[in-house]
């Protein structure tokens, strides 16, 4: 399996409290991704990594910022949490640009 | 118009019964083509790649027509360890930078 975890596995946490998931790779990959997975809708792209200091958003990135300052980190905070982002968080890592993908095992993060 | 669509199922099979999913997607310039697994509260993992010439990995076959862009996996011989969400993922190059896009999920259930 790919070297890739998320941190925290479980949080439940209160609307309006910032708040921060943590992915880390040990495969030195370049690409590494955020989605959310909500019933009905599947994986959603929230922001994705190109590179160190490289980040763009993706389809539903408002209320998410990120950030990456090393090749095996990349951080997803929640500003102010509410609870439309009650969901489950994947992180994904992959190689090179037209290469498969490989997911964290999750986060799921409750909004109360 | 969705840029992967597929029909969510679910698809209840028997045993040993051979099935088959097709998921369409929007971007003719899509170049990579991926099925992926997802149980029940787990990652999605890869279960094959795609290619032009078709390719079969042992009871699962994958092709890839696109003329009409479209992808199909056919699973033979199903098992009831085949109950999962089966997701069509494409890898669209958007300037330069990869973006995966995921369908929504077929969902098959495997019967005795």
């Known amino acids: 399996d790919a070297g890739i975890t998320q941190s925290p596995r479980h949080k439940v946490t209160e609307t309006g409290t910032p708040v921060t998931l943590r992915c880390h790779q040990t495969?030195?990959?370049?690409?590494m991704y955020w989605y959310r997975q909500d019933p009905g809708h599947g994986l959603r792209l929230i922001h994705y990594?190109?590179?160190?200091?490289?980040?763009d958003k993706g389809e539903v990135s408002d209320g998410y910022s990120v950030s990456r300052s090393k090749t095996e980190d990349f951080l997803l905070t929640l500003e102010s949490a509410t609870s439309s982002q009650t969901s489950v968080y994947f992180c994904?890592?992959?190689?090179?640009?037209?290469?498969?993908?490989?997911f964290g095992q999750g986060t799921r993060l409750t909004v109360v | 118009r969705k840029e992967v669509e597929q029909d969510p199922g679910p698809f209840n099979v028997p045993e040993g019964a051979t099935v088959a999913f097709n998921c369409t997607y929007s971007?003719?310039?899509?170049?990579?083509f991926f099925w992926y697994r997802q149980d029940c509260r787990k990652e999605p993992k890869l279960l094959m790649s795609?290619?032009?010439s078709g390719n079969e990995d042992g009871r699962f076959t994958a092709q890839l027509n696109r003329a009409s862009q479209y992808i199909s996996l056919l699973i033979r011989d199903s098992k009831l360890s085949d109950s999962a969400t089966y997701l069509c993922?494409?890898?669209?190059?958007?300037?330069?930078?990869?973006?995966?896009?995921f369908g929504t999920g077929t969902r098959l259930l495997v019967s005795p």
């Open positions: 994904a890592i992959a190689a090179e640009v037209w290469t498969e993908a490989f």
């Open positions: 495969e030195n990959h370049r690409y």
């Open positions: 990594s190109y590179g160190v200091k490289d980040t």
């Open positions: 971007n003719s310039a899509s170049q990579s």
């Open positions: 795609v290619y032009s």
């Open positions: 993922v494409v890898n669209e190059k958007n300037t330069g930078f990869q973006k995966l896009v």
